[in-house]
């Protein structure tokens, strides 16, 4: 069943892009925007990311945590992180846990890959709820970011 808002959000523990472990709940407290993207390196989710990217001084002065996680691995990660110079933590979901406790993964992707991420996007709030939430079934479409940024203004 796909997370609704108002929903308590799945806490986790998964790997950063620096090798350190990060959990939801270390957030409490803060506006959290979690951006789940199949794979690094890859046009649309670059586009994603960098969005955030671009965006992150507004995001920093409303005290809200950005997250990107995909399936790939916290060296993948890395490197992705460094090349397009994204402040904020990337973390692998590499044991795809945490994109299926958030309904955001295919079992199926392209290529025959198994296991990936699908493109969503959630707002928790300070209290760890659900705020928002979106979860595309087309890895080619973008999040709505006008949605998100209306969410966290509220």
């Keep these: 069943m796909a997370l609704q ?8 523990k998964l790997y950063s892009s620096e090798l350190t472990e990060v959990s939801l709940s270390a957030f409490k407290g803060k506006k959290v925007i979690i951006h789940f993207f199949p794979m690094a ?3 649309t989710c670059t586009e994603q990311l960098c969005t ?3 965006n992150f001084s507004y995001y920093e002065g409303i005290n809200a945590q950005v ?3 995909s399936v790939d691995s916290p060296f993948s ?3 992705f992180k460094e ?7 990337l973390l692998s979901d590499f044991n795809k846990e945490v994109s299926a406790a958030y309904g955001a993964f295919y079992d199926e992707f392209v290529f025959g890959l198994k296991g990936v991420s699908k493109r ?9 709820k659900i705020a928002y939430a979106e979860v595309l079934e087309n890895a080619k479409d973008l999040p709505d970011f006008k949605a998100i940024n209306d969410v ?3």
Excluded: C, H, S, W
Aim: glycine content about 12%; hydrophobic content about 45%; charged content about 25%.
């Design 77 to 79: 990660l890395g490197k």
């Design 67 to 69: 997250i990107g996680i």
């Design 41 to 43: 390196f890859t046009g």
């Design 120 to 128: 969503a996007a959630f707002v928790v709030d300070e209290e760890g």
């Design 52 to 54: 955030m990217r671009d």
């Design 83 to 89: 090349v397009q110079n994204y402040q904020f933590p």
């Design 5 to 12: 808002v108002g929903d308590t959000a799945p806490d986790f």
């Design 152 to 154: 966290l203004k509220a």
